[in-house]
């Protein structure tokens, strides 16, 4: 996982204070931010959900979230992470 304060610190110098004060706004960076973040040295507790949709086998749509559970100082008062891999296919 990434460091979390990193992540917020990325967020706080990409944006403009009231920028950084709306949700959506602060989701247009927060992948790029995550990405740029290095690991984080410690375990993070995180709630992780995966979806998956297959409309068209064997290829497959899976989307990776993952939340923060310690609250965050980005809009919202929670970190989450969203990631889409890309070329799943699903097995036999």
């Not at 247009?28 to 297959?54: D, H, M, N, R, W």
């Not at 290829?59 to 990631?83: H, M, P, Q, Y």
Request: net charge negative; glycine share 6%.
């Amino acid at each position: 996982m990434p460091d979390k304060a990193a992540i917020e610190a990325c967020v706080a110098q990409k944006l403009k204070l009231d920028e950084a004060q709306d949700e959506d706004i602060v989701a247009t960076v927060l992948g790029s931010c995550a990405e740029a973040a290095a690991p984080s040295k410690e375990p993070i507790a995180i709630k992780a959900t995966v979806e998956t949709g297959i409309y068209d086998p064997p290829s497959a749509d899976v989307e990776l979230t993952r939340t923060f559970l310690e609250a965050s100082t980005v809009a919202g008062g929670s970190l989450k992470i969203e990631t889409t891999p890309a070329n799943c296919n699903v097995g036999n």
